[in-house]
């Protein structure tokens, strides 16, 4: 069976390319894949299944959905939200027609006057703003339909189906690294809270600055790591001045690193700290880095976050008492060293190798699970026709409804 | 209790699996127990027939019979386990091996077209159904336990069957080594008859039947074994005995096998086995130069193995006698105590 395979790919930066560069060697033991070539939306021809990750940025996964509108498949919703790739595939390409539309399906005829007040510059641009309210993931839920949908969490399994979604979901965990053989940056710190990843509002910044200095009071040499670019329109320089942090050694600050600086980083961290609200629907690879080396974990009560068993993570409401939840988290795990529950959930819900079988699984269930199907239901129609049990009879609804138990027939 | 003990048939076909399904429901009825068999014909190929085969079974109804409650189901093997009932208990030989472990190997049946994965994962779909939902599940062995947790996460409780009833002793250590299974390519008789070819001081006596037989006569003829390999077919009870009491050594090694009643069956007559260290379930009573020899998969490595067994019939004596010290402790009273629990 042959699969195309639509994905970024490194050397792009982006958290799904480096996803699939860790999932493909694993999958490609199961099933023969065919990569699409970045950019290059034509139908491959002599694949049985067409496979496309979709997430949010519209450079690294445009000229993917171009592909899944010229040939649906499965698709693999990394995140739930698609405001920002939405706007970019039309906005973004002067189709401003294409964006009112998008609007107008996710939110009626109110969500197109909204679409409006953007495009006119009298709102501010909605994927910036509101994107959460405004998901816009009917048509890539529409172009997944007739082969299924694979996710990585109950909270977009839940989204997609509220949504109207009735096709196939397969809900699939995100794949672990192997934890490579680096040694502890040499970053001290009483404890040594880390936040690693892209910094933007969404990753709670400035609750943690807050609750930083507050646990400063308690744990006098403390200090926190800041790793990881930082969003455009978000101000890290002006909440440090705010918390009195600018310039302090307490606070340590790496910019984008590469892989084997992230890891020796993490290791030198006692908490690592990964809180997220507005959820777009993401997981997070660095959540799943600092459960691989077993660092304690703090994370917001919330999405993908939440579904974390509660012996790996120490989860902090959003909103109120938030920070106050925050300080005692970090003070309860600034002492609590390394954590065996979390290796092991990792090791056992998030094994690649696991994770690629099921990818495998979806992948033949959703190329020959249909005609499997009618094979088997032609079989018994045929014989229960042969001795004059006609199809809509109460024993062949019967039979229909064990076959849906037995997992044969849908 | 009313208990239907559920296994499929092969018509024409008589196994371990058949044996065993047979001696279960007669130990229950020895223990006072209202036992049936209940059997349905199967045939697995080609295509989607695996499925609608194995769907048969879900739509039989054995919530009772005759009026009268079934209080318990034992399924055996795939695909009578996806039996409905609302206190079944499944005693698992094997699963759809094919669908499994043997899948992309020679003995495997699905292959690369869409359909054929897709009916492969449905075989799992429905496995995962029928197995989750039992009320306790027992596998014959751990290698069929590991199988279990590695192909669907599901957990087994080990517990090795006993082996059929038959009149074992031990009148002498002779001088041939005794295969008894069915021919077919999994079995593996073909590496011991290559064995025999390397070393003229071995002879052997192969009992049982199967499609691979006339591919193994042609090989022992290739490898001029006329006189020192002798093909019985199938035997009756009392000849088997027989064969068990006079061999030197009892030859077991399928590839990855089950369990097998073969090796106990051995051990009760006082002989070792001799198995190879890929045969799967056998090397969890085998254990080399204690109740048999463990050796490579290979003519030259087995030729080695069944010539110091010549050479040293003390050491088959004794090997064999520590078997039967552990066949002994398999008892039918306590698997059952086990089952019905």
Redesign the interface.
Known sequence: ?RVGYYSPLPPERSGIADYSALLLPELERRV?IVLARHGRTKPQRDT??AVYHVGNDPVAHGWIVEALRRRPGVVVLHEFVLHHLVAGLTVGRRDAAGYLDAMERDSGVVGRMLAHGVLDNRLPPLWETRPEDFPLAGEILDLAREHGLIVHSRHVEERARAAGFDGRIWRIAHPAWRPPAVAPAGIEGEPLVGCLGHLNPSKRIPQLLEAFVRLRERFPAARLLLVGSTAARFDLDGWLARFDLTGDPALVREPYVEETRLWSLMQACDVCVSLRAPTMGETSGSVIRALSLGRPLVVSDIGWFAELPDDVAVKVPVGEGEVDALVDALARLARGGESSAAKEYVERAHDVGRVAEQFA?AF??A???E??RD??LS??ARAASEVGIPADSPELTE?GR??R????GE | MRIAVCAPQVPFVRGGAEIFADDLVGELRAREHEAELVTMPFKWYP???V??Q??LW??LDLDEADGRAIDLVIATKFPSY?V?HRNKVVWLLHQFRQAYDLDRTELGQFG???????????V???D???LGEARKVFATSRNVADRLERGLGLAAEVMPHPPQSLDYRCEAYGDFILSVNRLDRAKRIDLLLEALAGNPALRCVVVGEGPDRARLEQLAAGHGLDGRAEFTGRVDDDALARLYARCLAVYYAPVDEDFGMVPYEAFLSEKPVVTTSDAGGPLEVVTDRRTGLVCEPAPAALAAACAHLVEHRDDAREWGRSGKRLAEQVSWDATIDRLLS
Do not use: I, N, P
């Not at chain 1, 138990?405 to 044969?408: L, R, S, T």
């Not at chain 2, 690369?112 to 449905?122: L, M």
């Open positions: 069976m023969e049985d299944l699984a033949e269930e190329a020959g699970g005609a499997v094979a088997v079989d018994v039979v064990r076959l138990e037995a997992g044969v | 295509g989607t027939r499925l609608t194995a769907f879900r739509l996806a409905r690369e077209s869409a359909d054929d994965r897709a009916t492969r994962r449905a799992h779909r429905l995962k159904v029928a």
